[in-house]
T-cell receptor, first 113, second 113 residues
Framework: DGGITQSPKYLFRKEGQNVTLSCEQNLNHDAMYWYRQDPGQGLRLIYYSQIVNDFQKGDIAEGYSVSREKKESFPLTVTSAQKNPTAFYLC????????????FGQGTRLTVV | AQTVTQSQPEMSVQEAETVTLSCTYDTSESDYYLFWYKQPPSRQMILVIRQEAYKQQNATENRFSVNFQKAAKSFSLKISDSQLGDAAMYFCAWRYNFNKFYFGSGTKLNVKP
């Protein structure tokens, strides 16, 4: 079945450590996105990529980094520079056609202690 | 800046009744697409309905319909014959090119038996 897989579902890290969240899609979508979800704030865009080896900062990119070496994969690294990393992270993908929706993974809940 | 506003943080509806969730957006673009997503307690984002801005006819999907007022930049979601399974967070989203989706802050819908 086609879809987007995020792993792991739950992640715990100590403060000051970098952590990488995985996102893989087999939908052959060109565009991929990372969103952060906090209570009462909806989905905020961290980074997005339109094509392999290219990505753009979203609204809250500070303290995060990404790579897009393969069309199927768009991992997100939460660095120690991110001041409040505990959140729910959602990965999404879409085609390049404007009338198509974003397809989402199941999300990763990151807790930094 | 493009913004999407959902002014109702939480709403309640009696089972089998009808409820309307509000969404407004701000853009200078004329050709764009609007979406409503549902996020149940599992936190998986599910597309409910989409609307193309150049179409005057309001979109419908079974019990879900929209009231799209382009001049007022309003895109409300009507749920008819509400069911317990409709209880979820609902997010309004907007897209005008293939780069980004902009999301509102969400409305939590409670369905009372």
């Amino acid at each position: 079945d086609g879809g987007i897989t995020q792993s792991p579902k739950y992640l715990f890290r100590k403060e000051g450590q970098n952590v990488t969240l995985s996102c893989e899609q087999n939908l052959n979508h060109d565009a991929m996105y990372w969103y952060r979800q906090d209570p009462g704030q909806g989905l905020r865009l961290i980074y997005y990529s339109q094509i392999v080896n290219d990505f753009q900062k979203g609204d809250i990119a500070e303290g995060y980094s990404v790579s897009r070496e393969k069309k199927e994969s768009f991992p997100l690294t939460v660095t120690s520079a991110q001041k409040n990393p505990t959140a729910f992270y959602l990965c999404a993908s879409s085609t390049s056609f404007r009338n198509t929706e974003a397809f989402f993974g199941q999300g990763t809940r990151l807790t930094v202690v | 800046a493009q913004t999407v506003t959902q002014s109702q943080p939480e709403m309640s509806v009696q089972e089998a009744e009808t409820v309307t969730l509000s969404c407004t957006y701000d853009t200078s673009e004329s050709d764009y697409y609007l979406f409503w997503y549902k996020q149940p307690p599992s936190r998986q984002m599910i597309l409910v309905i989409r609307q193309e801005a150049y179409k005057q006819q309001n979109a419908t999907e079974n019990r879900f319909s929209v009231n799209f007022q382009k001049a007022a930049k309003s895109f409300s979601l009507k749920i008819s014959d509400s069911q317990l399974g409709d209880a979820a967070m609902y997010f309004c989203a907007w897209r005008y090119n293939f780069n980004k989706f902009y999301f509102g802050s969400g409305t939590k819908l409670n369905v009372k038996p």
